[in-house]
């Protein structure tokens, strides 16, 4: 009996024919030989496959050879394209850890250009002509920025946690309370990295109560350090109480205990005219009494990935010499990055410079503007194969920023004829580049606080190339690709 699909596989050509024909070399020219021959074997491995299946009819095995040289192309492609691709954010949610977090000032583009085209005086002291310190280039700018402070950044904020746990820490006991005992995104949970630091955890209080009396009566010979952790993407509502950073921060100096304050995304600018009252800039936190401030460097802050510590220039020294420092240290180009943002706080142009902060900042009746252009684009584009029109929306801080207030923004909801919602959120997703959207009441919403100057036009391209693509039912198939 003759086994399924058996004529196909004995008409299946050998991997060195293939790579023999000039069209598959020239279509593999971008892959090393090695790598051209497996990527060969794949696609015959494939179609055997297949053929054992008997999925696969001669005609189709022909087709399926002779677009052999155009699936290596697509495949070289695919391996030269970079995964990090650019996409428009208008999810609504600014700063968004998925689509990596606050989008940096050009300015500060340009500065990591710089670095890392050529050689920097990263660790070299030009006036004495002898061996630097890294940490200056940003240490000095922190003096300015908080008076009496000294600064010190690492890669990210967890690992800000981390050092001063350790630093102040190891061995010793850190109050905090069960209330504040948080996981964020990443699975990154407080009580684990307090124990990889080498800290004893010392919980207080109860879920929704913690007094400052329970502070006090953990207070003991062995406590290192009292912690205060932003509660980042959750709040407790209700029957709740907390002492006040003041009243902890006097009872940390009563004891010689070091207060530390986990803020997360940190602001150097107020919120409340953005309507969000419950988050004080890292300044406040520090006039409050707070020894050390932590905060991330990618979020309200509007720069790269570092975490930032900031405070009392003995524990900020003592982190700085912390051997585990090292390990955790910056490279060239998130410091020329990071000393750009800081240098335009520092200026006073942090809400005029810095991506995110204008995004925060902008009036909706802006936002409402630019929305009813792109609709009126869109109309005119597209004519009636796309619905559009614009609709009140709540934007998000994001980041662990305020988790339970919205910003008054603007969204345009959008139909395309043949098209479910959800296939329109896909084909935009999909799109080149990317369009991210939401899905709200059966819609799609493409909120315009977070999409930036520029990306406008792509968002109207986006949808009208989607719209051109889709037949409306009755004039054939409902979907086509991309």
């Not at 950044?153 to 946690?161: D, L, M, P, R, T």
């Amino acid at each position: 009996m003759t086994k399924p699909g058996s004529e196909i596989l004995r008409a299946l050509p050998k991997i060195d024919e293939l790579l023999r024909r000039e069209e598959v070399r020239d279509a593999g020219a971008g892959l090393a030989a090695d790598r051209l021959a497996e990527a060969v074997r794949e696609a015959v491995a494939d179609l055997r496959g297949e053929a054992l299946a008997g999925r696969l009819t001669g005609a189709q095995l022909r087709a399926r050879l002779a677009r052999l040289p155009e699936d290596l192309r697509l495949r070289v492609a695919g391996l030269s394209r970079s995964t990090l691709r650019p996409v428009v954010n208008a999810t609504g949610v600014l700063v968004h850890t998925n689509l990596g977090r606050a989008p940096l000032p050009e300015g500060a583009v340009e500065r990591v250009v710089e670095a890392a085209r050529g050689y920097v005086a990263l660790e070299y002291d030009l006036a004495l002509g002898e061996r630097g310190s890294r940490g200056e280039h940003l240490a000095r700018l922190g003096a300015l920025l908080f008076p009496g402070c000294s600064l010190h950044a690492v890669n990210n904020n967890a690992a800000a946690v981390l050092l001063v746990l350790n630093t102040l820490a190891e061995g010793r006991e850190v109050i905090i309370s069960r209330g504040e005992l948080v996981e964020i995104g990443g699975s990154f949970r407080i009580p684990d990295i307090m124990s990889r630091s080498g800290a004893i955890l010392r919980e207080v209080g109860t879920t929704n109560r913690t007094r400052l009396s329970d502070y006090q009566r953990s207070l003991s010979p062995a406590t290192g350090m009292i912690l205060r952790v932003h509660p980042s993407n959750y709040r407790i509502v209700g029957f709740t109480g907390s002492p006040s950073l003041e009243e902890l921060a006097a009872l940390g100096r009563g004891a010689n205990v070091p207060v530390v304050v986990d803020q997360g995304s940190g602001s150097l600018l107020e919120m409340a005219s953005v309507g969000i009252s419950d988050e004080p800039t890292v300044g406040e936190i520090l006039e409050s009494g707070a020894d050390l401030v932590l905060f991330s460097a990618d979020k309200m802050l509007g720069g790269p990935q570092a975490g930032i510590l900031v405070g009392r220039p003995e524990l900020v020294g003592r982190c700085h010499d912390n051997p585990l420092s090292r390990a955790l240290r910056l490279d060239k180009m998130t410091i020329a990055a990071l000393e750009w943002t800081l240098q335009r706080y520092l200026a006073g142009r942090g809400a005029e410079d810095i991506p995110i902060q204008r995004m925060l900042r902008e009036p909706v009746e802006a936002v409402g503007r630019r929305a009813r252009r792109l609709v009126k684009e869109l109309r005119k584009i597209s004519g009636d194969r796309v619905t559009a029109e614009v609709v009140p929306s709540e934007a998000m801080a994001g980041g662990g920023a305020a988790p339970v207030t919205g910003i008054p923004s603007r969204a345009i909801a959008l139909a395309v004829k043949g098209l479910t919602a959800a296939q329109l959120e896909e084909r935009l997703r999909l799109a080149e580049p990317p369009v991210i959207t939401r899905i709200a009441e059966g819609r799609v919403l493409a909120d315009l606080r977070g999409v930036q100057p520029g990306e406008e036009k792509i968002l109207v391209a986006a949808i009208s190339a989607v719209a051109r693509q889709t037949r409306p039912a009755g004039d054939g198939p409902v979907e086509e690709s991309l």
